[in-house]
């Protein structure tokens, strides 16, 4: 069991950056996958960004390559996401997620997730 709790969102305007954060509980965080999601008003929830347990493989939206970054600290048990060039196309809700899997890729199963953290980009 892996819980999950999202930190970092807020209020920002297009063009600015915003790093998200996500702490897990348990003592087998480095043997999970993590990600990202985020869910737009109406819109249905969307991967973001993914990073293998070990923190070597990573993987982006078409949408969020080359703006966003997701990097893990295994030792603290945290998972970010710096968020550069945010456009008001990136409000949404962001959650945090984990898998036993080797990956999240958008296409595969989340066992896990987060609560959800607002970030609104203002136009």
């Known amino acids: 069991q892996v819980h999950l709790v999202e930190s970092g969102g807020g209020l920002v305007q297009a063009g600015g950056s915003l790093r998200l954060s996500c702490a897990a509980s348990?003592?087998?965080?480095?043997?999970?996958?993590m990600g990202w999601f985020r869910q737009a008003p109406g819109k249905e929830r969307e991967f973001v960004a993914g990073i293998s347990s070990g923190g070597a493989g990573k993987f982006y939206a078409n949408s969020v390559k080359g703006r966003f970054t997701i990097s893990r600290d295994n030792a603290k048990n945290t998972v970010s996401l710096e968020m550069n060039s945010l456009q008001p196309g990136g409000t949404a809700v962001y959650y945090c997620?984990?898998?036993?899997?080797?990956?999240?890729?958008?296409?595969?199963?989340?066992?896990?997730w987060g609560q959800g953290t607002q970030v609104t980009v203002s136009s």
């Open positions: 997620a984990a898998d036993r899997g080797p990956v999240i890729s958008g296409s595969t199963p989340v066992a896990y």
């Open positions: 348990g003592r087998t965080f480095s043997t999970y996958a």
